[in-house]
């Protein structure tokens, strides 16, 4: 499997083993492809300076990504993913509906994932194999973005239910998401992070099946009043959470 992160146990897992299929497509894309020729100018003999350049980003990138203050704060960030979704879930102007005393809010993954991307670029800059990495500011976005894209995963892979919710932190759960709603256009080379969590509240009151059932009825709901939504109006919602987050 190409995937450089895990969820067990309720836990997303870094291990600082990567695999190399991501970086090769990379490679392909115009920005790889820039930072590719700036490596192999640097190669002494040209028939060979792709191919050499590009093993050499390579091993340089897996050599970073298995050390160990890299793992440690990567780990660490991963930990606290679940805990940003009850931080946003607490936002202004997030999308939300009550059940029984309990809410539901819709928390968009472009926040979650956007919040945790900037965490991890700013504590890695600290960390002496990730900042002297070969390839420049492109080569560690590229490995932060591709982290970001299979935490997400990993943890959308759970598919929480109101059945099978997944534990978001003392007061929050995930009891579903969504992974094709678009809330923003991005600029080019940002990735959207489609789609969005539904969090539910947990209170002094039990969730009984009556609740788990009216609990789907006011996601179908959710669902329904998110479509009239304009361009506009998503824009505003996500600058209101970020504002008041």
């Known amino acids: 499997m ?14 600082g083993r990567i695999t190399r299929a991501p970086l090769v497509a ?18 002494r003999f040209a028939f060979f300076a792709r191919a050499r350049a590009a093993r050499r980003l390579w ?33 202004q102007g997030l999308p939300r509906v009550s059940v029984d005393l309990h809410r539901i809010v819709v928390v968009p993954r472009v926040l979650i994932n956007g919040a945790t991307y900037g965490a991890i670029a700013r504590r890695l800059q600290s960390a002496r194999a990730f900042a002297s990495l070969d390839g420049g ?4 976005d590229f490995f932060i973005l591709t982290l970001i ?14 059945k099978r919710p997944l534990a978001v932190h003392k007061e929050w759960i995930s009891v579903g998401i969504d992974g094709a ?8 080379n940002d990735p959207p992070w489609d789609g969005h969590h539904y969090v539910l509240e947990l209170t002094r009151d ?3 099946r009556a609740v788990r059932k009216a609990v789907v009825a006011a996601i179908k709901r959710l669902e329904a009043s998110l479509g009239s939504l304009s361009r506009i109006e998503r824009n505003e919602i996500l600058r209101r959470a970020l504002r008041g987050a």
């Open 26 to 43: 990379w490679l392909a894309t115009p920005e790889g492809r820039a930072t590719l020729d700036d490596a192999a100018s640097q190669v």
């Open 149 to 162: 894209h299979h935490l997400d995963g990993a943890i959308a892979g759970a598919m929480p239910s109101p």
């Open 59 to 91: 091993r340089r990138l897996a050599a970073a990504a298995r050390d160990r203050d890299v793992i440690v704060t990567i780990q660490s960030e991963m930990d606290g993913y679940l805990g940003r979704l009850q931080e946003f879930a607490y936002a």
């Open 137 to 140: 500011d492109a080569l560690r």
């Open 181 to 188: 709603f678009v809330w923003r256009i991005p600029p080019v």
């Open 206 to 208: 039990p969730i009984t």
């Open 2 to 15: 190409n995937t450089w992160v895990r969820y067990r146990r309720g836990r997303a897992r870094y291990t």
